[in-house]
């Protein structure tokens, strides 16, 4: 994939950067469902992670992460020590070595990574209809934007692995092809109505310096 690394996810004011730049922000961007897709232990999990941990740790959002289970490395507490060890490493680029013990630059860097890891709501999704009240839930809990919050990502892994089963002989394929088509919906509505964009509206009309 032709994407900067580590992958920068874009503040709220990033949308309104003038459109003649000829440099990229590049990242995910708010209000926008991003999918990435690929064979069997191609790296999806492992992208999935790396970007919820650069959102926690260095952009300070609040990431909500569904794992859809199963066998292999996809277990919450797998998951978790995975995400913990990416937070570790992001966060020793962001403490600054002095003179002090090298105790203490690993503490700073321990509790750096705690309080981002911190951030992330870590919950298993095993069908679609589990992971459709988790987003309702999810959804019920973004009241209206606060201009002091620095946002929210969502991270599914995976979609496939939520409602795959709902698309093969398990089930109808009707009842399958409908569940599917309202997890897509639900997701590009939450994505439309909770990112905030009716905030760049006011700033621009100069009614909120902060939004």
């Known amino acids: 994939l032709a994407l900067p690394f580590p992958f920068n996810i874009p503040r709220r004011d990033s949308f309104a950067q003038p459109s003649d ?29 790396s970007i919820a941990a650069r959102a926690c740790v260095i952009q300070n959002l609040q990431v909500k992460l569904l794992i859809s289970g199963g066998g292999g490395g996809s277990s919450r507490m797998a998951v978790s020590r995975r995400l913990f060890t990416i937070c570790v490493e992001l966060a020793k680029s962001l403490v600054v070595g002095d003179d002090g013990s090298s105790n203490q630059v690993e503490r700073q860097v321990r509790h750096l990574a705690q309080v981002a890891i911190g951030r992330v709501t870590l919950a298993c999704v095993s069908d679609a209809y589990s992971l459709l009240a988790t987003l309702a839930k999810i959804e019920g809990e973004q009241v209206a934007p ?6 929210t990502l969502l991270i599914i892994d995976s979609i496939s692995g939520c409602i795959g089963h709902h698309l093969s002989g398990g089930s109808s394929l009707a009842v399958g092809a409908a569940l599917a088509n309202q997890v897509a919906l639900m997701l590009r509505r939450m994505a439309k109505t909770l990112d905030g964009r009716f905030d760049s509206v006011e700033q621009q009309n100069g009614t909120d310096d902060n939004s």
């Open 21 to 49: 730049t000829n440099q990229s922000t590049g990242g995910i961007s708010f209000g926008m469902v991003t999918e990435f897709s690929g064979p069997p232990s191609s790296g999806k999990t492992q992208l999935a992670l």
């Open 146 to 151: 606060n201009n002091n919050a620095p946002g």
